[in-house]
């Protein structure tokens, strides 16, 4: 199974947040090199209670990697301060719906969203983000179909912490996202989001995926194999404009994995992505055997159940590199 790479959407992250940063009214507040003392971490969250401080302590905290390891504990466990966090968050909400979001206002909001995708990527913290429905707060950002820059970090940073959720199997954070949505606004955010949501966000229904309920989920109803399939179909048509290899490795691995359903198999002799056959597509894996292997992987799965046309099948293998 493959892992997607959350460091690199980070730095993206970070490259953004100190752009944006310099061109707002925060363009003072400089990264700080080192926190060398968790005296000097629990000073800055104490420092978020403050609405004075807020604005730089969040800052401080968020663009600072090397106390992210064991941040999320000291985030967790300090008194009130996933509340303020979650207020923070909240207050983008009220500015979703006019023309533009204030620069300064979604900073604050992100560098909040990106403690959080802390307290998500630690084995001690994270079910507790479940146990409290904090995801949640996070579908606003989701819905949204705006796709200028504010927003779309918006979106990138939320699904950032959904990524982190998944990370790591675990079918009860599947149950509960199943549960509450999410798979919609996942699909939302791989027909509006940019190259990097698109690819968060298929790698996100790729983790649902990987558990049985998650395949049990878009099996079971024919629509929601088609919604699931037309949008993947989709983004396979624009990498031809739009090349992405890391997008395509995890489209590639959702259609394998829902081809371990019979009735997924079925489903592709009309759903399957006729670009699949398309040397630009395919060029696009040529030196990667992973995911050669994936996609020959899914042809023969298909052909193996008598689902698809075998025509199909050996003209499809025939242009794959050997």
């Keep these: 199974m493959s892992n997607f790479s959350f460091a690199e959407w980070s730095n993206l992250l970070d490259q953004w947040g100190a752009s944006s940063s310099s061109s707002s009214s925060n363009a003072d507040h400089k990264p700080e090199k080192t926190i060398p003392t968790t005296t000097s971490v629990e000073k800055l969250i104490k420092e978020i209670e403050n609405p004075l401080t ?166 079971s109803f024919a629509e929601r194999f088609f919604a699931l399939t037309r949008v993947m179909g989709t983004m396979v048509d624009k990498l031809v404009d739009e090349p992405s290899s890391r997008l395509l490795k995890h489209i590639i691995r959702c259609f394998v994995r829902l081809s371990d359903c019979p009735r997924a198999c079925d489903g592709f002799k009309i759903s399957l992505p006729s670009k699949f056959r398309d040397a630009t597509i395919l060029n696009l894996i040529r030196d990667d055997p992973e995911a050669l292997e994936w996609l020959r992987q899914l042809l023969v799965n298909i052909a193996t159940g008598n689902r698809g046309s075998p025509s199909l099948i050996e003209e499809t293998l025939s242009l794959l590199p050997s």
């Design 54 to 219: 807020r604005e730089h302590a969040l800052f401080a905290l968020s663009r600072n990697r090397g106390i992210r390891a064991n941040l999320a504990p000291l985030l967790w466990n300090s008194t009130g301060t996933i509340y303020l966090l979650l207020e923070e968050i909240t207050t983008a909400y009220r500015v979703m719906s006019s023309p533009d979001l204030v620069a300064r206002a979604t900073n604050n909001v992100c560098n909040a969203l990106v403690l959080l995708q802390c307290v998500a990527s630690h084995p001690d913290t994270r079910m507790n983000l479940i146990k409290a429905n904090v995801p949640y707060y996070l579908y606003p950002f989701l819905e949204a179909k705006n796709k200028e820059k504010q927003y779309e970090y918006l979106r990138l940073t939320s699904l950032g912490i959904i990524g982190a959720l998944v990370k790591v199997d675990n079918a009860e954070i599947v149950h509960f996202l199943l549960q509450s949505e999410i798979v919609p606004l996942c699909l939302r955010c791989m027909e509006v989001g940019n190259e990097l949501s698109k690819t968060v966000a298929t790698f996100i229904i790729q983790k649902i995926l990987v558990q049985d309920e998650g395949l049990r989920y878009f099996c």
